[in-house]
T-cell receptor
Framework: AQTVTQSQPEMSVQEAETVTLSCTYDTSESNYYLFWYKQPPSRQMILVIR??????QNATENRFSVNFQKAAKSFSLKISDSQLGDTAMYFCAFKPEGSQGNLIFGKGTKLSVKP | GAGVSQSPRYKVTKRGQDVALRCDPISGHVSLYWYRQALGQGPEFLTY????????KSGLPNDRFSAERPEGSISTLTIQRTEQRDSAMYRC??????????FGSGTRLTVV
């Protein structure tokens, strides 16, 4: 079975500093997609960043970047220059390529950015 | 529409009642997904559709749960004879069939 593990239930960071959220996954698939979603108090589910497993280059979106280690099945999210608006739950998710089925989510990490 | 719309936003129902949760996906989106998110947990897959065809319902917890998408657009998730353990956030997402999922804001269901 494919699983996604987020080992940090809660984290906090000072405004303007950098924080890294961890995610590991278990799969026998060779091609797949990995995602980080943000869920702020507004309850929306917002895509932060996406990585295709066949791409060696780590994805980057402005202040958000990932460290994708395929052999280690690790997919961490780095948030640089943290802002108060980054306070949210962050979910890591996995989807096998070619499958039109569901996303598999981790349990989430609650991030608090402190002024 | 501009986004995925779910209604109602909140639903409180008495144990034993039936509830119907609605999802209006982005216009033209082929695939529609239902997830359930318990407090403090990540979303868990329930079922999904391509057009009007239900492709996978393996995540539906039992036969009290059903979903339909009769015209390939709006979908309804129905829970019959609700129980307290059904209390959760129910989320809908849609996509063009690739990996560009757009989630709705969810329906918070409370069974009392």
């Amino acid at each position: 079975a494919q699983t996604v593990t987020q080992s940090q239930p809660e984290m906090s960071v000072q405004e303007a500093e950098t924080v890294t959220l961890s995610c590991t996954y278990d799969t026998s698939e060779s091609n797949y997609y990995l995602f980080w979603y943000k869920q702020p108090p507004s309850r929306q589910m917002i895509l932060v960043i996406r990585q295709e497993a066949y791409k060696q280059q780590n994805a980057t979106e402005n202040r958000f970047s990932v460290n994708f280690q395929k052999a280690a099945k690790s997919f961490s999210l780095k948030i640089s220059d943290s802002q108060l608006g980054d306070t949210a739950m962050y979910f890591c998710a996995f989807k096998p390529e070619g499958s039109q089925g569901n996303l598999i989510f981790g349990k989430g990490t609650k991030l608090s950015v402190k002024p | 529409g501009a986004g995925v719309s779910q209604s109602p936003r909140y639903k409180v129902t008495k144990r034993g009642q039936d509830v119907a949760l609605r999802c209006d996906p982005i216009s033209g989106h082929v695939s529609l997904y239902w997830y359930r998110q318990a407090l403090g947990q990540g979303p868990e897959f329930l079922t999904y559709f391509n057009y009007e065809a239900q492709q996978d319902k393996s995540g539906l917890p039992n036969d009290r749960f059903s979903a339909e998408r009769p015209e390939g657009s709006i979908s309804t998730l129905t829970i019959q004879r609700t129980e307290q353990r059904d209390s959760a956030m129910y989320r809908c997402a849609s996509s063009l069939g690739g990996v560009g999922y757009t989630f709705g804001s969810g329906t918070r269901l409370t069974v009392v």
